[in-house]
């Protein structure tokens, strides 16, 4: 079976977490505060605060900018419930956008119409490994004087006209185990803000900024020892791991017939989290696939007006580009660990199933 994800774990690895488990530190010291500053310097940013996953990072981001009752939340229609999740949990509501039809990642455009007078932050989600347009998004934030919240869980590595995505706003980011690095769990929020920063770590840890002296209502979303030594060896390996991602998707690209494939705009550095193909007849040919022993998975059927949780509180709109997607979409496994086979292998019985389907139609 050619599986959907491989976590790229070796030797380094494994002496780091043995290390972690002999120092009889496992939790919240040295190798947590030495990710961070690993992680802010790779990213280019002042502070790092590690937590305890992505949906954490987000999470807490939104309320150490003091998001409430009674605020909006722009959040992109296509994404990962995770996103909009968070906003939920700060008490704030999230209102929807629909997202472009070329990277599926939110509509600039259509920003200005989605907010209000209680809007006060807006989250970009670089979907999937390829960064938004932040050019726009930022602009539009500025002139209104909303919060940028970068959901990057899916783009450690990814670049918008040469700058690290999770590197305009406040970035939360996941390192689970499907990610271009991982630490098991856990996630990481990236800021310049020092105040933030600080609301951060103490939110994380019981909204403690000293031991035992309650200041906010956190909870425990801290990262452990074990996890941080992880990361500090899979951050040293993040940019060769994209690059063996970014060679697999040229040589999808270059062979797939029948879908449509993952696009790079002008200006972006796609690190391919998932490699995700188009198709009319994305079931079958997920199906297809599943019979020639090649995992692939559908990221995501349903849009988050869609979803139940979002019917029942009336969070809801028209959004045509994101249901056209979410009817279509399938990911196809282009982790490092693909051999040259594996990828003849994938494309073939993509393409196979691709003209089947076409003969059966015709």
């Not at 010291?29 to 992505?54: D, K, N, Q, T």
């Not at 705009?265 to 020639?292: F, I, K, M």
């Not at 809801?316 to 990911?331: C, D, K, M, T």
């Amino acid at each position: 079976m050619i599986r959907i994800a491989e976590p790229q774990i070796g030797r380094e690895e494994e002496e780091a977490v043995l290390a972690v488990l002999r120092s009889g530190r496992l939790v919240q010291g040295p190798r947590v505060a030495e990710f961070e500053s690993a992680f802010a310097r790779y990213l280019g940013v002042e502070h790092a605060v590690a937590v305890a996953s992505g949906t954490a990072a987000l999470s807490i981001a939104m309320r150490a900018h003091g998001l409430g009752p009674g605020d909006e939340v722009l959040v992109p229609a296509f994404t990962y419930a995770a996103t909009a999740n968070a906003v939920l949990l700060a008490g704030a509501t999230p209102v929807l956008v629909d997202v472009r039809d070329d990277d599926l990642t939110i509509e600039s455009d259509a920003l200005e119409a989605a907010a209000t007078p209680r809007t006060r932050a807006v989250v970009p989600v670089h979907l999937f490994g390829h960064p938004c347009d932040m050019t726009a998004v930022i602009a539009f934030a500025e002139g209104r004087g909303l919060a940028v919240i970068e959901d990057a869980a899916q783009a450690a590595g990814a670049s918008w006209r040469g700058r690290p995505a999770g590197s305009f706003g406040t970035g939360c980011f996941s390192f689970y185990a499907t990610k271009n690095m991982t630490t098991g769990e856990g996630g990481m929020i990236t800021t310049e803000d020092a105040e933030l920063t600080a609301r951060a770590r103490m939110l994380r840890n019981q909204g403690e900024a000293e031991r035992y002296v309650t200041q906010a209502l956190g909870g425990n979303e801290r990262m452990t020892e074990i996890e941080a030594a992880l990361g500090l060896v899979q951050v040293a390996k993040l940019d060769e791991h994209n690059e063996r991602r970014r060679a697999n998707a040229a040589a999808l690209d270059a062979r797939l017939a029948g879908v449509r494939t993952p696009v790079e705009r002008e200006g972006a550095r796609h690190v391919y989290s998932l490699y995700t193909v188009r198709a009319p007849n994305r079931d079958a040919l997920q199906a297809a696939l599943r019979e020639r022993e090649i995992e692939s998975v559908v990221y995501y059927e349903r849009c988050l007006h869609q979803q139940p949780l979002y019917v029942e509180r009336g969070i809801g709109g028209s959004f045509p580009v994101a249901e056209r997607a979410a009817a279509q979409v399938l990911s196809l496994p282009v982790h490092p660990g693909l051999t040259p086979d594996d990828l003849d292998r994938i494309a073939g019985a993509v393409n196979e199933a691709m003209a089947t389907a076409g003969a059966s139609r015709g």
